[in-house]
């Protein structure tokens, strides 16, 4: 257990933020910390993310919510990833009173805030209730900026170069 938990951030147009959280999560699991990863916008579907079945293999809980994002299919119904991500939140929040976890990864929800699926307010009121031996870490481009202020850690990765830009696609086993 930790003696204080911080809130960490990590955000930007850079590959990697999802990958420094993942790093995190196995490193804390390496020191016998209890973790909870969940994810936003993240399909159950065709896309297999590996993330999710090695962080499972050692022990982390793994939840995902709001499955569907405007940024990858034009076919979205709003309103339901509005209720899934405040199911999320609720989640958390229950989550927080079991005090069974010592890092919590919210992967991608600065997305839904960015998206209008969930109100800033509602993820500051959030991050005011963590209990203070929690670790929590916020994943996702376009953090606001009193996401950034409520924070102890932000790191923004920036991208340089990308193979998207040229047309690549993204790649089982490195991607996702």
């Not at 490193?27 to 999710?52: D, M, Q, T």
């Not at 193979?163 to 696609?169: C, L, N, Q, R």
């Amino acid at each position: 257990m930790l003696k204080k938990g911080l809130i960490q951030v990590y955000t930007g147009d850079g590959k990697g933020k999802t990958s420094a959280a993942f790093g995190l999560a196995c490193r804390a699991r390496g020191h016998g910390l209890k973790v909870c990863y969940i994810s936003f916008h993240k399909s159950s579907g065709k896309k297999k993310y590996g993330e999710f079945a090695i962080l499972r293999k050692i022990g982390v809980s793994v939840y995902g919510f709001a499955k569907k994002s405007i940024c990858f299919s034009e076919k979205v119904n709003t309103a339901k990833i509005r209720k899934d991500c405040l199911s999320a939140l609720e989640f958390v929040r229950n989550l927080f009173e079991e005090r069974k976890y010592d890092v919590l990864i919210l992967d991608e929800i600065n997305i839904s805030i960015r998206e209008g699926f969930l109100k800033e307010t509602e993820v500051l009121c959030l991050l005011d209730s963590k209990p203070a031996r929690l670790e929590l870490i916020l994943t996702g481009r376009g953090v606001s900026e009193n996401i950034v202020k409520k924070a102890d850690l932000v790191s923004e990765i920036k991208k340089i170069k990308h193979p998207y830009d040229t047309g690549e696609k993204a790649r089982k086993g490195i991607e996702w």
